[in-house]
């Protein structure tokens, strides 16, 4: 099993920047690829950014390229989000995803982005 735990969300303005946190702990051995989504009211569920397991970005999303990175602190097991140029359209519930060796797949509680214009 593993737990993640996100932080890191708020409030901010159009323009601003925020970085997200993902923790994990439990069986972090078995970690493989991580990943950053995001789902806003009456959207689908959609993938920000991953990262593979010796922390190289894998995808970005054409909507936040340029302006999101994502990160990877193997000795924390920490995942990072690091949001900048934030518009009113990147306000969501960003979840972190966490895939096993072993293919299982792992899903934190979420934390709020509201960016506001």
Do not use: H
């Amino acid at each position: 099993q593993v737990q993640l735990v996100e932080s890191g969300g708020g409030l901010v303005q159009a323009g601003g920047s925020l970085r997200l946190s993902c923790a994990a702990s439990g069986n972090i051995f078995s970690l493989n690829d991580m990943a950053w989504y995001r789902q806003a009211p009456g959207k689908q569920r959609e993938l920000v950014a991953s990262i593979s397991s010796v922390g190289i970005a894998r995808y970005v999303a054409n909507s936040v390229l340029g302006r999101f990175t994502i990160s990877r602190d193997t000795a924390k097991n920490t995942v990072y989000l690091q949001m900048n140029s934030l518009k009113p359209e990147d306000t969501a519930n960003y979840y972190c995803l966490a895939r096993t060796a072993s293919g299982s797949a792992y899903w934190g509680q979420g934390t709020q982005v509201t960016v506001s214009s």
